[in-house]
């Protein structure tokens, strides 16, 4: 079983900066592919962004240009750099793991297809 454990978010003005982790202890990020959703309320949860187990990364329309994905496989942490937010972009942010055939493609921000999942953490934008 993997613990998925996010930090990093807040309350933060438009057009500024977070920077969420994901941290799993014990865990290697270059056994599983990751993705960071997010969910607000009343809303279907949302896939925002994913990298795989080669670092290349898929990022929702709604974020390109404005967020990053990365891993540190070292450490077993993601992030997930958040930069010119938006209020749009208030939501609770999940990271989560998936086995990657599962999740290649098109069904990379299919929420059902991944098998583990943190706990969240509030991200709000005014």
């Known amino acids: 079983h993997v613990q998925l454990v996010e930090s990093g978010g807040g309350s933060v003005q438009a057009g500024g900066s977070l920077r969420l982790s994901c941290e799993a202890p014990?865990?290697?990020?270059?056994?599983?592919?990751m993705g960071w959703f997010r969910q607000a309320p009343g809303k279907e949860r949302e896939g925002v962004a994913g990298i795989d187990t080669d670092g290349s990364t898929r990022y929702a329309d709604s974020v390109k240009g404005r967020f990053t994905i990365s891993k540190d496989n070292a450490k077993d942490t993601l992030y997930l750099q958040m930069n010119s937010l938006k209020p749009e972009d208030t939501a609770m942010y999940y990271c989560?793991?998936?086995?990657?055939?599962?999740?290649?493609?098109?069904?990379?921000?299919?929420?059902?297809?991944?098998?583990?999942w943190g706990q969240g953490t509030q991200v709000t934008v005014s």
């Open positions: 989560a793991a998936a086995i990657c055939v599962w999740v290649r493609g098109h069904r990379v921000f299919d929420a059902s297809r991944y098998n583990y």
């Open positions: 014990g865990y290697t990020y270059d056994t599983y592919c």
